[in-house]
């Protein structure tokens, strides 16, 4: 079994900075792409960030420049740098990624979601 657990959200002000983790446990054997996602009240879930080897870095236009996605893969853990912070980035942001997992018989790969963490940006 694997799980991510996301980390850093809260309330912050117009124009601050955020730092969200996302923490990676379980018998992991290795993570390949990650991803960022935020789901505002009312709209769907939508693609902040992703990186991978094959596709390179990505982000949705509303945040290029302001946000950056990074990766410690000896902590098993994903970040996404928030910077000069809009109300209109207030949102429950989640992390993914796509897994290797050992299982008893071999093993496994399987995209993961974290539970969430919200963020809220004042004006």
């Known amino acids: 079994q694997v799980q991510l657990v996301e980390s850093g959200g809260g309330l912050v002000q117009a124009g601050g900075s955020v730092e969200l983790s996302c923490v990676a446990s379980g018998s992991i054997i290795r993570i390949y792409s990650i991803g960022w996602y935020r789901q505002a009240s009312g709209n769907q879930r939508e693609l902040v960030a992703n990186s991978s080897s094959r596709a390179g870095t990505n982000y949705a236009d509303s945040v290029q420049g302001r946000f950056t996605i990074s990766r410690d893969d000896a902590k098993n853990t994903m970040y996404l740098q928030m910077n000069s912070l809009k109300p209109e980035d207030t949102a429950d942001y989640y992390c993914?990624?796509?897994?290797?997992?050992?299982?008893?018989?071999?093993?496994?790969?399987?995209?993961?979601w974290g539970q969430g963490t919200q963020v809220i940006v004042s004006s």
């Open positions: 993914s990624a796509d897994i290797l997992r050992r299982e008893s018989w071999g093993s496994a790969l399987s995209t993961v």
